[in-house]
């Protein structure tokens, strides 16, 4: 069975540019969440889907973050406009139920110049 | 709000040496207590886990006890090999699921044969 997938792994762009990354969570799945790494610094929390909606974004940093999942499968997160401060590797995950084991994608590493 | 912090690194040690990562955390209440680990060009897997005051998570040859009285959740392993370097972040969450994980900074470890 495959894994929680996200693509780019690697994306480098300049600063005001947008960049989408994506996330394949597990099939069947329910719950999915984002997080990031910035600058070698603690994961933090982004914000969580139950299905497609949005249980929990409160760690979403401003409205330049829009997160998506339509139709409760995959999972998009676009940065619009990219600032530099947004460097660093976006991480996916997703769970069974909210109490199974968190499965982490290889996460999704961004540069913005 | 809850906070994480865990020994700076990185970590260098040989083979079979005795391994130490120190973790303490702050939250209120009796948060879950976990350690993941991300070996290169992988996503973070959870290594251990433990749910109360007193419990031993095992995994692979590493422990960690959850020691309410000291707010802590030390990762410790007798014999390290080569295979154990890897990036070790230890997290908290409320609950007994992992629904919204709070994370160290993380601790690279590098084993010499």
């Known amino acids: 069975e495959a894994g929680v997938t996200q693509f780019p792994s690697h994306s480098v762009i300049e600063k005001g540019q947008t960049v989408t990354l994506r996330c394949d969570p597990i099939?069947?799945?329910?719950?999915l969440y984002w997080y990031r790494r910035v600058m070698g610094k603690e994961i933090k929390f982004l914000l969580h889907f139950v299905k497609e909606s949005k249980q929990d974004e409160s760690g979403m940093p401003n409205n330049r973050f829009l997160a998506e999942r339509t139709g409760g499968t995959y999972s998009t997160l676009k940065v619009q406009p990219a600032e530099l401060e947004d460097s660093g590797v976006y991480f996916c995950?997703?769970?069974?139920?909210?109490?199974?084991?968190?499965?982490f994608g290889e996460g999704s590493r961004l540069t913005v110049l | 709000g809850d906070s994480v912090t865990q020994m700076e690194g990185p970590v260098t040690l040989s083979e079979e040496a005795f391994l130490t990562i120190n973790c303490t955390y702050t939250a209120t209440g009796y948060p879950s207590l976990f350690w993941y680990v991300q070996y290169p060009g992988e996503g973070l897997q959870l290594l251990l886990k433990?749910?109360?005051?007193?419990d031993k998570g095992s995994n692979k040859g590493f422990e960690a006890t959850y020691r309410k009285e000291t707010t802590s959740f030390h990762l410790e392993k007798g014999s390290v090999q080569v295979s154990d370097s890897a990036v070790y972040f230890c997290?908290?969450?409320?609950?007994?699921?992992?629904?919204?994980?709070?994370f160290g900074q993380g601790t690279r470890l590098t084993i010499n044969p």
């Open positions: 995950a997703s769970s069974q139920d909210p109490n199974g084991e968190l499965f």
């Open positions: 099939s069947g799945h329910d719950n």
């Open positions: 433990a749910t109360k005051a007193d």
């Open positions: 997290a908290l969450s409320q609950g007994q699921g992992a629904q919204k994980l709070v």
